[in-house]
């Protein structure tokens, strides 16, 4: 199955084609995927391919250096990076809504100036902002604030040039969005971590010791009180929700191709009578044709849910400080309907494709299995029962979904 995104943007003369660029780079990490994440190295080269491409960059608009790329064409690229090395792509997808988190939290200049900096600097960001991180305290000074506590999980702590994480301000409990220098002092990440999937996102943990932080580098709230945040900075949950769907949809499309080549090098017309249907068989077997079209009925819904989600976003982006509470909401629960469906149809791909090999989908030389891990320690951090909720209440009673980052 090819990945719908490829058609997704139409290049002009004079513009870089950055979907063929991200297929690129996916060919290229697809060439030895399954070795690099079974010896689950820190991804410095990885991440340095990614910044000779330029798609580290993206997604500043081009006045400040950057790609110029809409979010449409950046959930392209996560997907197809995605399909390739999920933890790669997950990574980038990370790495993307972090570095521009500013522009919902912060205001017009600080934001300008942060992307400016990015882009000159080719910073690749981490962290993590989500509502169920604990949060780290942030205690004011004389000339700006001191950051202590613990982070269980970071995005890409292990390799990140930038961090942005969760902080509460002493004495109000106000949680918000820090801009942090991983080298400086006070800041220990453990990226080792012990997840059975994702090996190569460099996520793990991270402490803070009084680490300095300036007032400029503190982006504003995330408070989930009503009337705290607009209805514009509001969308920073859904455009964070849509980079797990095209990470989730990746893996999915990803394992499909890996099988479907698979499948076809499987002719063997010496053996036509075994008694296993698959994958001693021709691939016209009747079973493996049925979960195929199954699962790629799966994978296409979930696209189709997904490119709903995206198109809503976009025009909801457009409309800036103009769109309202309604039209916030209607996007939030589209994006959380596209979460779902992505996820479980990660699960059932990543799960049911590996029955159809049979025993050799366990043989460590194929690498099938990197595409469950990954798509389960994802679900696992991320799991949809609360977007289901929040899709049930405002479907029964009109309820607009609370103001929560994903992991």
């Known amino acids: 199955m090819t990945v719908a995104a490829d058609e997704v943007t139409d290049v002009g003369a004079g513009q870089v084609d950055w979907l063929h660029i991200a297929r690129e780079m996916a060919d290229d990490l697809a060439t030895d995927a399954a070795e690099r994440e079974q010896a689950g190295k820190a991804p410095l080269d990885e991440v340095a391919r990614l910044r000779e491409s330029g798609l580290l960059t993206l997604p500043a608009p081009a006045e400040l250096g950057g790609g110029g790329a809409d979010w449409r064409t950046a959930y392209a690229v996560i997907r197809t990076v995605a399909a390739a090395d999920g933890a790669i792509g997950h990574l980038l997808g990370n790495h993307y809504f972090l570095s521009c988190s500013a522009r919902f939290f912060a205001d017009r200049a600080r934001a300008a100036r942060i992307e400016r900096e990015s882009t000159a600097g080719q910073w690749c960001w981490g962290g993590g902002i989500a509502s169920?991180?604990?949060?780290?305290?942030?205690?004011?000074?004389?000339?700006?604030?001191?950051?202590?506590?613990?982070?269980?999980?970071?995005?890409?702590?292990?390799?990140?040039?930038?961090?942005?994480?969760?902080?509460?301000?002493?004495?109000?409990?106000e949680p918000l969005a820090v801009l942090v220098d991983?080298?400086?002092?006070?800041?220990?990440?453990?990226?080792?971590?012990?997840?059975?999937g994702q090996r190569l996102a460099a996520g793990g943990g991270v402490e803070f010791d009084a680490v300095p932080v300036v007032p400029d580098d503190v982006l504003g709230s995330l408070s989930p009180d009503e009337g705290v945040l607009s209805p514009f900075a509001s969308l920073a949950a859904p455009t964070a929700r849509l980079v797990s769907v095209q990470f989730c949809l990746g893996v999915a499309e990803g394992l499909l191709a890996e099988v479907r080549e698979y499948g076809r090098g499987m002719r063997s017309p010496w053996q036509p009578f075994s008694p296993h249907p698959w994958p001693d068989s021709p691939p016209q077997d009747p079973y493996a044709l049925t979960v195929y079209g199954e699962l790629t009925v799966v994978a296409r819904a979930a696209s189709a849910l997904a490119d709903q989600a995206v198109d809503a976003l976009l025009r909801g982006l457009v409309q800036g400080e103009d769109l309202d509470d309604e039209e916030c909401a209607e996007i939030a629960v589209l994006a959380s309907v596209a979460e779902s469906a992505a996820s479980r149809a990660a699960q059932e791909v990543t799960t049911r494709a590996l029955d159809v090999i049979g025993a050799d989908a366990a043989s460590a030389r194929h690498g099938f299995d990197r595409f469950w891990r990954s798509a389960r320690t994802h679900t696992l951090r991320e799991p949809v029962t609360h977007r289901l909720r929040e899709v049930g209440d405002y479907f029964l009673n009109?309820?607009?979904?609370?103001?929560?980052?994903?992991?």
């Not at 991983?182 to 059975?196: H, K, N, R, W």
């Open 132 to 173: 169920d991180e604990p949060p780290l305290i942030l205690t004011p000074t004389s000339g700006g604030y001191l950051l202590d506590g613990y982070q269980r999980y970071a995005a890409g702590v292990g390799i990140a040039d930038r961090l942005v994480v969760r902080a509460a301000k002493y004495g109000t409990g």
């Open 182 to 196: 991983p080298a400086g002092s006070g800041v220990v990440s453990d990226s080792g971590g012990d997840a059975f």
């Open 398 to 407: 009109g309820a607009h979904p609370p103001f929560a980052l994903p992991a």
